[in-house]
């Protein structure tokens, strides 16, 4: 490839639910800019729906779309790894060796999954009743170990945060419950929600709704404890669980149906860079998205170092934003646009019924509609299962920014 092609007026990184939008964002309000997306995934997925697909009410084949497809045409797509950054020379090193050099950069490479924190996961994920929502290959089998499922013990995980979807552990399990219930297993059913944190859920106004929800199908939440290794083999899965005085013990416990959510952590190449801060994720301005030291790079996202929930609903809202300011910095101008780190997070409390938690940093409740937004609603799953995924598709990755106004609860 000749040095001019390595050369572009905007370089993002990940083609996710971030890098689509921006890019397509970008190409509405200047056709004639030069973007290059870097990205070596030929798949797209709407990760949202995984939950769904987990708990048998969404088919799989349509979470996932051509990246192809979803690439704004006249966008430059660089399939590639990028393999770090060099701020100073305002470049980005891909795995083939390449430097691609750029006047603004969006960084948006997501989060990663650290299955092999836990000893064993990997030899026996996607069988011995081992599943997981958080990769597309083993969704379905989640569905597969909850419809088999015939009493006996079913355990759920939840690592530290921050995770992307930090309610998504405790949707599955509530789903699994409801399944069983209708299946008329419940009562024969253990089922434990393992979290390595003490809250169920970081927004206070939600906490005593979810601990209902939980109670009402007789979930144990065990709290401060945290799943280390599992043997697939012997279905078994071992806990620590630290006591208020700081003490640890390990917990081992037998299972029919174990669903992990794996620990999670900034891209090990974000980590290593000049653009992470202490906890490896990318040092942001959490309200311009600029990045703190280098004005020309900003971030959004799963890899983002902001304190909201790390979710789609987030990027929806975020994506504008880094547009905006991004533009406005090439232009020299001052920077004209704030997140104030709203995410939404459907609640999926049974089949047919969702908590919509709509929020902003510092844990502010701010919903849509004017509804008791603590309640389960049937109105709110429709939303979750049917509308939420045509906005994904057809408005937030078109670029089209589209929104209904939230507002702090009185
Ligand atoms: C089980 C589950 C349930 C969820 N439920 C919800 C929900 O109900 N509501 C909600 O709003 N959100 C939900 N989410 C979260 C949501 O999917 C993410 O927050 C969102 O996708 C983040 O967007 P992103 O662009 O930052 O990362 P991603 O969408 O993950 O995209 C990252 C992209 O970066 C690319 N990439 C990775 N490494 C590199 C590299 N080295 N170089 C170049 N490209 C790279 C990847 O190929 C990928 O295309 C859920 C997620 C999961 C897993």
């Known amino acids: 490839m000749n040095k001019s092609a390595n050369k572009h007026s905007i370089a993002i990184v990940g083609g996710g639910a971030a890098g689509i939008t921006v890019a397509a964002s970008l190409r509405r309000r200047r056709p004639d800019l030069d973007i290059a997306l870097i990205d070596p995934a030929t798949d797209h997925y709407y990760q949202a729906a995984f939950t769904l697909v987990g708990g048998g009410t969404f088919d799989l084949a349509r979470t996932r779309r051509s990246q192809q497809d979803l690439i704004p045409p006249g966008v430059d797509w660089i399939r590639q790894p990028a393999e770090g950054f060099d701020p100073g020379n305002t470049s980005v090193i891909l795995a083939d060796g390449r430097h691609i050099t750029y006047d603004g950069l969006i960084v948006c490479p997501g989060l990663q999954l650290d299955w092999d924190r836990i000893e064993g996961l990997q030899e026996t994920l996607g069988q011995n009743a081992v599943c997981s929502n958080y990769a597309p290959e083993l969704a379905a089998y989640t569905w597969d170990c909850i419809r088999d499922l015939r009493g006996g013990t079913a355990l759920f995980t939840q690592p530290q945060m921050p995770i992307k979807c930090p309610g998504a552990p405790q949707k599955i399990a509530y789903l699994a419950a409801d399944h069983l219930r209708r299946s008329g297993s ?225």
């Open 186 to 410: 419940l009562d024969d059913t253990e089922i434990r929600f393992a979290l390595s944190g003490d809250v169920i859920f970081s927004v206070q106004e939600f906490v005593a709704p979810l601990q209902a929800v939980a109670a009402r199908y007789g979930i144990h939440v065990d709290y401060a404890t945290t799943l280390v290794a599992v043997d697939g083999a012997a279905r078994e899965a071992v806990f620590e669980t630290t006591a208020a005085n700081g003490e640890s013990e390990r917990v081992t416990r037998r299972f029919d149906l174990l669903h992990v959510t794996p620990p999670q952590s900034a891209p090990d190449f974000v980590k290593q860079s000049p653009l992470a801060n202490d906890a490896g994720w990318v040092d942001v301005d959490q309200q311009s998205l600029q990045h703190k030291q280098y004005p020309n790079i900003f971030a959004l996202g799963d890899a983002a170092a902001t304190p909201n929930s790390k979710t789609a609903a987030a990027v929806r809202l975020q994506a504008p934003v880094v547009v905006e300011n991004l533009l406005a910095a090439l232009d020299g101008k001052p920077l004209p646009a704030e997140y104030d780190g709203y995410a939404s997070c459907p609640l999926v409390t049974a089949h047919g019924r969702v908590i919509l938690a709509e929020f902003i940093y510092g844990g502010k409740v701010t919903p849509s509609f004017p509804l008791d937004p603590t309640r389960e609603r049937r109105s709110m799953w429709w939303l979750k299962k049917h509308f939420l995924p045509f906005l994904y598709w057809n408005i937030m990755l078109k670029g089209r920014h589209w929104d209904i106004p939230h507002r702090p609860r009185e």
